[in-house]
């Protein structure tokens, strides 16, 4: 499944938009960024790595060659580009219950668009719109969000605690180390597969063992 690397979802969804209600949304996205507790209820939501909207103005689409013919556009496009965890439902539903009022401002110019509530009509008009990621890269395949920040936290724990015991008696290297492992039981644990992990994450694993020199490289 394109969408899929690992444990991580990508996202991507574009959705007309009149042009001259274009600046609408610019102006809404630009009083959302100035009152960040109005995002709340996004941000609180643990499974998303990334979330962002973009206005494409009607003409701001590239034009990559000159043999390219030009485009005449009728609507400018909204992009809205997100990876999370977890399945395309579970993320859908969770913006809902989480924004359902921020949902509906962002997208409120959006052609057709259905609002969030109820919830089979937005999931239609979202699956209407999405576009399929056909390149999708993910340095941790096997980490989900709160893994990364997990990690980030034992790091920063672990440099403290290395320049705190340089010093230290044995018993009281003993003492630190216990209290750091009761700080980080919280962060600390595996990361396995999970029934969504793709093809993505058998190669890294894959190639990991080949440079290790497990596998014969002859093999496909």
Partial sequence: MSNIAGKAYAMNVITPIRWYTAWLNKLIFWVALQRPATLKGLITLSLIHYARWVIIGRDQFPHVHPSQPRE?????????????????????????????????????????????????????????????????????PLATSNDVKSARIVKAKLLDFDSATRDASDDDFAKQYRTLLRDLQHDLGDMYPTPIVSMSAYQVERRQRWHEGQLDGSKH
Avoid: E
């Avoid at 009728?74 to 989480?98: E, H, I, P, R």
């Fill in 72 to 140: 005449t556009l009728k609507y400018s496009y909204m992009l809205f580009f997100s990876n999370f965890n977890g399945s395309w439902d579970q993320y859908v539903d969770s913006f809902t219950f989480a924004i359902p009022s921020g949902l509906d401002m962002f997208w409120k110019w959006n052609v057709r668009y259905s609002k969030s509530v109820s919830l089979t009509p937005f999931h239609k008009y979202i699956r209407y719109n999405q576009l399929d990621t056909l390149h999708y890269y993910n340095a941790y």
